[in-house]
């Protein structure tokens, strides 16, 4: 790891006494080990504000003005860290990728409008990894101010029909009814949220259902309207003669055809996360995706008191997401004692024993003593109302996982667009 704090304080001191600063602003990360990275933009699972006391300690033997920044993503808690004299400024960067007019928002009391940052690190710090420009999963907007100006008033008010209310269904009802139209959701589900219901279910991961509070509260300001309990029919649309209709019916768990499944105990991650699988104390996560849910699901097993085997389809967990909330899971997989499996395709399985292969051999490898597997591999697109309404001459729009599964950035990318084009 990176140095520790006393090092740390004695340090600023010595350079406070030498009168070398202006300011000293206090970060948790460095670049000099994986660890340390970590806490250069940490992620979802470390707290709040955390470095608020590593600022306090510098603070306290100097006499400089002292800057924190670190997970510090709303008002409130700059107002509690500056209040509480931990710090003098607070930075805030994500915060302001996120939204952009937070200060704003701020300044005028309207507090409840800010979209606060989840440190999901996908768009932002994620893309900047990978050589594109920086956005926000849930403001696309952000790093596309010249394609995205504004959204411009429709000419001709029109009656639009969202359905399906994750994320992408979501962003497409908040922005077409920004634009003038008589927008309705509707959602299948008691409550909208879509995959993202789940997805905060996984350990460490509660932040990221703020995507849909922050989403609804938009949609709602905007005056979209918003019907849950209703699962939406070919002829429900017809019968509602909107002027156009955007899909965003998402998607389901792949489950491919296993050989020997019929001979042992297989679950998907959903029923996991449901609580609706009697998952046995011996367990094979395979995972197809290399993404959060593997990852997620063998901490959720492995916490339960579970033995979790994690056999992926790459060159390591997590190898598609962004490196510091990979890097910082892996430790902790690490320390349940989960055993990861790199390059391993999942081939068959029967009543104790998963059969793998190698993905660059072929070779195949057995997994003894497994008494569940876990499939993660992947969703499928949930195209029934596009089949069932094409002919129809009905306007419709694809958004996000019904149009291919992916992830939550490219369904509220695509909610945006689709709001725009309607
Ligand atoms: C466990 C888990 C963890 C994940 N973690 C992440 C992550 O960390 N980051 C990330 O970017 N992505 C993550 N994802 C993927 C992400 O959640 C999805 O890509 C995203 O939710 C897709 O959004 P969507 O709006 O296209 O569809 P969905 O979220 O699937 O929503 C579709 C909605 O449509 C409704 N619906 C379907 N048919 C009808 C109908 N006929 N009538 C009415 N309603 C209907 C469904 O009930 C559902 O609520 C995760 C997924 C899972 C399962
Ligand atoms: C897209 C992006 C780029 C960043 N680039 C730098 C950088 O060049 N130098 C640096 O010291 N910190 C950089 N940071 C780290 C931030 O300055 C900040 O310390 C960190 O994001 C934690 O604060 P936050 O929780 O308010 O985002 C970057 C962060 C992001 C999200
Ligand atoms: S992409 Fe995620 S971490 Fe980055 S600014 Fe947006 S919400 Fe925050």
Same mark, same amino acid.
């Given at each position: 790891?990176?140095?520790?704090?006393?090092?740390?304080?004695?340090?600023?001191?010595?350079?406070?006494?030498?009168?070398?600063?202006?300011?000293?602003?206090?970060?948790?990360?460095?670049?000099?080990?994986?660890?340390?990275?970590?806490?250069?933009?940490?992620?979802?699972?470390?707290?709040?504000?955390?470095?608020?006391?590593?600022?306090?300690?510098?603070?306290?033997?100097?006499?400089?003005?002292?800057?924190?920044?670190?997970?510090?993503?709303?008002?409130?808690?700059?107002?509690?860290?500056?209040?509480?004299?931990?710090?003098?400024?607070? @930075?805030?960067?994500?915060?302001?990728?996120?939204?952009?007019?937070?200060?704003?928002?701020?300044?005028?009391?309207?507090?409840?409008?800010?979209?606060?940052?989840?440190?999901?690190?996908?768009?932002?710090?994620?893309?900047?990894?990978?050589?594109?420009?920086?956005?926000?999963?849930?403001?696309?907007?952000?790093?596309?101010?010249?394609?995205?100006?504004?959204?411009?008033?429709?000419?001709?008010?029109?009656?639009?029909?969202?359905?399906?209310?994750?994320?992408?269904?979501?962003?497409?009802?908040?922005?077409?009814?920004?634009?003038?139209?008589?927008?309705?959701?509707?959602?299948?589900?008691?409550?909208?949220?879509?995959?993202?219901?789940?997805?905060?279910?996984?350990? @460490?991961?509660?932040?990221? @259902?703020?995507?849909?509070?922050?989403?609804?509260?938009?949609?709602?300001?905007?005056?979209?309207?918003?019907?849950?309990?209703?699962?939406?029919?070919?002829?429900?649309?017809?019968?509602?003669?909107?002027?156009?209709?955007?899909?965003?019916?998402?998607?389901?768990?792949?489950?491919?055809?296993?050989?020997?499944?019929?001979?042992?105990?297989?679950?998907?991650?959903?029923?996991?996360?449901?609580?609706?699988?009697?998952?046995?104390?011996?367990?094979?996560?395979?995972?197809?995706?290399?993404?959060?849910?593997?990852?997620?699901?063998?901490?959720?097993?492995?916490?339960?008191?579970?033995?979790?085997?994690?056999?992926?389809?790459?060159?390591?967990? @997590?190898?598609?997401?962004?490196?510091?909330?990979?890097?910082?899971?892996?430790?902790?997989?690490?320390?349940?004692?989960?055993?990861?499996?790199?390059?391993?395709?999942?081939?068959?399985?029967?009543?104790?024993?998963?059969?793998?292969?190698?993905?660059?051999?072929?070779?195949?490898?057995?997994?003894?003593?497994?008494?569940?597997?876990?499939?993660?591999?992947?969703?499928?697109?949930?195209?029934?109302?596009?089949?069932?309404?094409?002919?129809?001459?009905?306007?419709?729009?694809?958004?996000?996982?019904?149009?291919?599964?992916?992830?939550?950035?490219?369904?509220?990318?695509?909610?945006?667009?689709?709001?725009?084009?309607?």
């Amino acid at each position: 790891m990176g140095m520790k704090l006393p090092d740390v304080v004695a340090i600023c001191a010595a350079l406070d006494a030498k009168n070398c600063f202006d300011y000293y602003n206090i970060i948790a990360g460095s670049s000099t080990t994986l660890g340390a990275a970590i806490h250069i933009v940490p992620p979802m699972a470390i707290k709040n504000g955390y470095v608020a006391p590593f600022a306090a300690a510098v603070r306290a033997k100097i006499t400089k003005p002292v800057l924190v920044a670190g997970r510090i993503n709303q008002p409130q808690i700059a107002e509690d860290v500056l209040a509480s004299g931990q710090a003098d400024i607070v @930075g805030m960067t994500r915060a302001m990728i996120a939204d952009p007019k937070m200060p704003t928002k701020a300044r005028e009391g309207r507090a409840e409008d800010i979209r606060a940052c989840i440190a999901c690190n996908q768009a932002c710090i994620g893309h900047m990894h990978l050589g594109y420009p920086i956005s926000c999963i849930q403001h696309p907007e952000t790093g596309r101010e010249l394609r995205y100006p504004d959204k411009p008033k429709a000419e001709t008010p029109r009656k639009i029909m969202v359905v399906g209310g994750g994320p992408g269904g979501l962003k497409a009802a908040a922005v077409a009814a920004e634009r003038g139209h008589d927008v309705t959701l509707y959602e299948r589900g008691k409550q909208v949220g879509g995959q993202v219901l789940l997805a905060q279910l996984l350990p @460490g991961r509660t932040e990221f @259902g703020g995507l849909i509070t922050n989403l609804t509260h938009e949609a709602k300001r905007l005056d979209a309207k918003i019907v849950t309990n209703t699962d939406v029919t070919a002829d429900f649309i017809k019968a509602q003669k909107p002027d156009a209709v955007i899909l965003a019916t998402g998607a389901t768990p792949r489950m491919p055809e296993i050989l020997g499944a019929e001979d042992a105990h297989v679950v998907n991650t959903w029923q996991v996360l449901r609580g609706e699988a009697n998952v046995g104390g011996s367990v094979l996560v395979a995972d197809w995706r290399c993404d959060w849910i593997g990852l997620g699901i063998a901490e959720k097993l492995a916490r339960d008191g579970r033995r979790v085997r994690l056999a992926v389809n790459g060159y390591m967990a @997590g190898q598609n997401i962004q490196a510091y909330v990979r890097d910082h899971w892996l430790g902790i997989l690490h320390g349940l004692g989960v055993q990861i499996i790199p390059m391993a395709r999942l081939a068959g399985v029967d009543a104790n024993t998963v059969y793998l292969e190698h993905v660059s051999t072929d070779a195949p490898f057995e997994v003894p003593e497994v008494e569940t597997l876990v499939t993660s591999l992947g969703h499928d697109s949930d195209h029934a109302l596009e089949d069932a309404l094409s002919g129809s001459g009905i306007e419709l729009h694809l958004v996000g996982d019904c149009a291919s599964p992916r992830t939550a950035e490219e369904a509220v990318l695509e909610g945006l667009q689709a709001g725009l084009k309607v």
